[in-house]
């Protein structure tokens, strides 16, 4: 009979989906899932989001009830975390979604998700960190690292597989969703940049999220809007191709976990332009094999994506090397079969 786990969290994201796609593929598991249902998008469904999250547990224990699952799962550690924690459910496996998951770091509620994210860090069987820079907030906080995963999930490296690309043009790409933090405004100011310098390019913004229409317009204003193509959300199975048709990957997000995305434009030989924070620097050496840049530096980052394409055999070298790296370290196929055995193993230990 097949083992039934329990995914909370917001199952339409492409991250959750890959987690739990592996499992099924991998450890022959059952998956059934429960999310918030009030959109996070305006101030009054934030309100009304936390009211839904306050009654939420009596919710996840019908759930419980109705599937009877063998374990239950989820994102975030102050968050869905928590809700896992409470549940009254054992095995537990939670994974931080972020460097530390308290975000934003001004928030009122700070206080409070440190209290929550402790308990649920307290009640966990597993704890997934998804990359290195994820454990250095957890030990801070006297984590049991004895109960920490440090493995990405990985990327399908069947479907993200590597490209030629002999255009003699930049063709950048960015895939990260439209949010204030992701720092398009400052992407699309350095290729005004490049544009006064008459410096051809393409430049194609995959995605949707609140900064769509202000986006648009600022390529407008800054008379690049010719050369800056919107997809909105696509697909993510139509990734790829817009991967393998780039030579440049662009992400600048003020903070970071672990980066599925650059893995994704790693293997399709997309040479990485990333912002200067730890999340990055784990993967990124500048001039190495990608660039760091400076968070909301225009000029530098203007600077180096001229010095990333006029620099071509640096370039290839890296997306050589780069390919190598995912293939060793981000293999969906190998890193999915280890994360679906420990599952296993530990629901044999809770049987006994």
Known sequence: MKRKILFLGESYRADAITWMKGLKEFGDFEICTWELQTPNNSKLNRFKRIIEYAFSPISIRKTIRKEKPDMIIAERTTSYGFLAAISGMHPIAIAQQGRTDL???????LPFKKIIQKHAFKKADLIHAWGPVMTISMKAIGV?????????????LSLFSPSVNNSNKIEAIVTRSLQPEYRHDSILKAFAILHQKEIDFSLTIVGDGTRLQSLKDLAAALQIENKVIFTGRIPNTDLPKLLQQSNIYISMPITEGVSASLFEAMACSCYPVVSDIPGNQSWIKHRENGQLIEIDNIEMLANELIWSFENTESRNNTII????FVEENANYDINMKIISDKYHELLNLHKN
Not at 103 to 109: A, D, F, H, Q, T
Not at 321 to 324: A, C, F, M, P
């Open 103 to 109: 975000w934003p770091e001004g928030s009122v509620l």
């Open 144 to 156: 049991d690292m004895n109960k920490v995963l440090v493995i990405p999930k990985g990327i399908d």
């Open 321 to 324: 090397q780069n390919r190598k």
